[in-house]
């Protein structure tokens, strides 16, 4: 019983700690990463599979010609031991930007005791970005739009996480961009695209409610240089395991609510609504976004991640012979 008060004590103060700061940054925004948590961070990857396979889509400013308009696929899988691969594809469009990501992670989980990990991650990221000069809506004869149709730009990156867990308590830390680029604000444009470093904080818990519903609160903290902060808190509740629905609240002003839950054998739907309670977000038609996946569960969960019911279920008592019974001995024997 302290335990299960130190854990919801402990997630509290982190998400207490979330919301005291402050829209804006390099990637684009997901709310999907309640249940799938590779999308947040690599880092988790064999925190609850042991492999998982994810195809995304999300249009923000439905309501708004040109709204950006993110197509995202990633996956991850165990190759040897407590080593898993992973990798994800981003295409993100709006009007006449277009950013494509590709990455590889490489994440090695270790075992501290039988309820506890920490688990560390790397990662190398390729970005694609071009601006699409022959959709712009303006005199192509302007000498400064004559004889040039687009401008591309790649770059090169890393990216590293850290997630500590305790059975389903999670607290971790990471930067999804490592490295700075050319400054934008000191280098004159030259097509190359900077980027500026990005840090992430996050923490979350389930409790188990009981033997089929449990409730989960999760927090993020994002901070990119030179661009406000953006902070997530979000309640979902499971059931079986298998459905849930949560809400989630963003600073700047919008809120979410989504459903999902597994269709047929290992394979999930979800769906999420985002709109804006206030400023530009407000108006704007919201955010739609849908998940579907495949997930194969880890093998080890019980090992890597118990949960406090099956921690607190006791073995079965040992049968006992009934009146004249014979004792288990004179039993082998006949």
């Not at 900077?194 to 903290?221: I, K, P, T």
């Not at 038609?285 to 579907?292: F, L, P, Y």
Request: charged letters at 15%; a positive charge; aromatic letters at 14%.
């Amino acid at each position: 019983m302290i335990k299960n008060y130190l854990k919801f004590l402990l997630t509290g103060i982190a998400l207490v700690l979330l919301s005291t700061a402050a829209i804006t940054q390099q990637m684009p925004f997901s709310s999907h990463y309640i249940f799938n948590r590779y999308t947040l961070d690599p880092a988790f990857a064999g925190a609850y599979d042991q492999a998982a396979v994810y195809l995304n889509y999300r249009r923000d400013w439905g309501n708004i010609e040109g709204s950006p308009q993110t197509f995202r696929a990633n996956g991850f899988g165990n190759v040897y031991k407590n080593m898993y691969l992973g990798g994800e594809i981003i295409a993100d469009n709006t009007d006449i930007y277009n950013r494509l990501k590709a990455n590889i992670s490489y994440t090695y989980r270790l075992p501290m005791t039988n309820e506890q990990n920490l688990s560390f991650s790397v990662s190398g990221n390729l970005y694609q970005s071009v601006i699409r000069f022959d959709k712009v809506n303006a005199d192509l004869n302007d000498p400064l739009l004559k004889d040039i149709s687009r401008i591309t730009g790649t770059n090169f990156n890393a990216a590293f996480g850290l997630v500590y867990n305790w059975r389903d308590l999670h607290i971790g830390i990471g930067m999804p961009v490592l490295f700075r680029t050319q400054n934008p604000y000191q280098i004159k444009a030259d097509g190359k695209f900077a980027f500026d470093r990005a840090f992430l904080l996050h923490a979350s818990n389930r409790f188990y409610l009981d033997d089929r519903w449990q409730l989960q609160l999760f927090g993020v903290f994002q901070k990119t240089d030179n661009m406000p902060s953006v902070v997530d808190i979000s309640a979902t509740v499971f059931y079986d395991n298998k459905y849930h629905f949560g809400l989630l609240y963003r600073s700047g002003g919008a809120l979410a609510f989504g459903f999902g839950g597994q269709l047929i054998d290992n394979f999930m739907l979800a769906y999420s609504y985002e709109f804006g309670l206030a400023g530009l977000y407000n108006g704007s038609g919201g955010a739609h976004e849908i998940t579907v996946g495949y997930r194969i569960p880890a093998l080890n969960r019980n090992q890597t991640n118990k949960s406090v019911i099956n921690q607190n279920k006791r073995p079965s008592a040992p049968l006992r012979p009934i009146g004249n019974s014979p004792k288990p001995v004179e039993f082998n024997r006949r």
